[in-house]
């Protein structure tokens, strides 16, 4: 994403035809990858209750979201990500109430702050552009459409737009909520949200 870019996104639950559809708007597939995530937390899942996400991407390294400002209702909530080691331990420790622990990188971290793998899983992700008629080709694609499947059976889809400033949100909030419902049906849960509430059942029944 270009420096000082705004990002707004929503999510959508995809159809069997909605690749098609995509087509059909004059969208065009920019690749397809498949990544293993790793994601830590404490037995209790503190990090996942405060809405903090401890991931470990195959090939990517470490990731650490942490809520940021909502700038619309909904499903559009803001996240910061950090991916330094040093910001993400400092975050950690911070959340933990733990306890600075040096200038170690987070796997030297995690043992120290108890934290232990707690769902790994495979993702499929088709990610496409489409522009909207009237935009400059020599800018960054107005929207961006991610199609996911992970190995548990769970499909998402979610449509993002990049703008320059806190003006035209509004107006890419639209375009984006429009697509949307040429897409799929309403909102639905990130896999992010999935896993949380997956495993918050799982830890409620032992």
């Known amino acids: ?14 159809g069997p035809g909605t690749e098609e559809r995509l087509q059909e708007l ?44 909502v700038g619309v ?7 910061v990500e950090l991916t330094s080691d040093p910001a993400i331990v400092a975050r ?6 733990a306890e600075e622990l040096g200038s170690g990188g987070v796997a030297a971290v995690l043992s120290p702050l108890g934290l232990q793998e707690v769902a790994s899983f495979v993702t499929k992700r ?13 800018e960054e694609p107005l929207l961006k ?12 889809g979610e449509v993002e737009a990049l703008v320059r400033e806190e003006a035209e949100v509004p107006s890419a909030l639209e375009k984006i909520q429009s697509l949307s419902k040429m897409l799929g049906e309403g909102d639905r849960l990130s896999v992010l949200s999935l896993l949380h509430f997956c495993l918050f059942r799982r830890c409620a029944s032992t």
């Not at 950690?92 to 109430?97: G, K, S």
């Not at 088709?126 to 020599?138: H, P, Q, R, T």
């Open 1 to 14: 994403m270009a420096q000082g870019m705004i990002e707004v996104e929503r999510k959508f639950v995809p």
């Open 26 to 69: 004059g969208g065009s597939l920019e690749h397809q990858i498949t990544f293993r995530d790793i994601y830590y937390d404490t037995p209790e899942l503190t990090l996942m209750q405060s809405d903090h996400w401890l991931r470990q991407r195959e090939g990517s390294g470490w990731e650490l979201k942490c809520p940021g400002a």
């Open 73 to 79: 209702s909904g499903a559009h909530t803001k996240y």
């Open 92 to 97: 950690l420790c911070q959340v933990l109430e």
């Open 126 to 138: 088709s990610s496409w552009k489409l522009m909207f008629s009237g935009a400059d080709e020599d």
């Open 145 to 156: 459409v991610d199609l996911d499947t992970a190995d548990f059976g769970y499909t998402v």
